[in-house]
């Protein structure tokens, strides 16, 4: 049962539909409420020149996904964010760590990016450990930013310097 990291084809699409679209995705997610396949299709159409997407997929069957948003400002050549999300059923399997050693591989080796940037709610605490053992740090937090479950919840700024470039970010 190996775990294979590959580039996203259009057929993974329906597969990505639906993990987003899990409750448990949904709830730790910025974009709305159930997507579908349209939407999710239209989503990744609409940034196709600067993402790099990629899927986790284990016996034929897609159970997470990641998309590197490479900065199409020129002064931000070197910035980078990401998104991921993974099938609640393999929470807690290494998926999400998997595919956050590759998007740094990639950053590090591939596109020469210095900062690698993220959104996380700040109930998030398995998405905030994951990203600190990767070496993401909190910069800062938004009050209030965003609205979830009936209420407003807020969202932590984070980011991994790259650990070559030699200078803190504080």
Same mark, same amino acid.
């Given at each position: 049962m190996e775990l294979v990291i590959r580039a996203a084809q259009k057929s993974d699409y329906p597969r990505i539909a639906e993990i987003l679209? /899990?409750? $448990?995705?949904?709830?730790?997610?910025?974009?709305?409420?159930?997507? =579908?396949?349209?939407?999710?299709?239209? #989503?990744?159409?609409?940034?196709e020149q600067n993402l790099v997407l990629l899927v986790a997929e284990r016996e034929g069957v897609v159970e997470g996904y990641t998309g590197l948003h490479l900065s199409a400002k020129p002064?931000?050549? /070197?910035? $980078?964010?990401f998104g991921m999300a993974?099938?609640?059923?393999?929470? =807690?399997?290494?998926?999400?760590?998997? #595919?956050?050693?590759?998007?740094?591989?990639?950053?590090?080796?591939?596109?020469?990016l210095v900062r690698l940037e993220l959104d996380v709610y700040t109930d998030n605490a398995a998405g905030i450990h994951l990203y600190?053992?990767?070496?993401?740090?909190?910069?800062?937090?938004?009050?209030?930013?965003?609205?979830?479950?009936?209420?407003?919840?807020?969202?932590?700024?984070?980011?991994?310097?790259h650990p070559g470039y030699g200078q803190s970010i504080r």
């Open positions: 679209d /899990h409750p $448990a995705v949904m709830e730790q997610s910025s974009q709305q409420p159930y997507l =579908g396949l349209e939407r999710v299709t239209g #989503l990744f159409a609409a940034q002064r931000a050549k /070197h910035v $980078a964010s993974v099938h609640p059923d393999n929470h =807690g399997k290494g998926i999400g760590s998997r #595919l956050l050693d590759e998007v740094i591989r990639l950053a590090d080796n591939w596109f020469n600190k053992k990767f070496g993401f740090e909190v910069e800062g937090e938004l009050r209030l930013a965003a609205y979830k479950n009936g209420k407003y919840t807020g969202v932590y700024k984070m980011a991994r310097i």
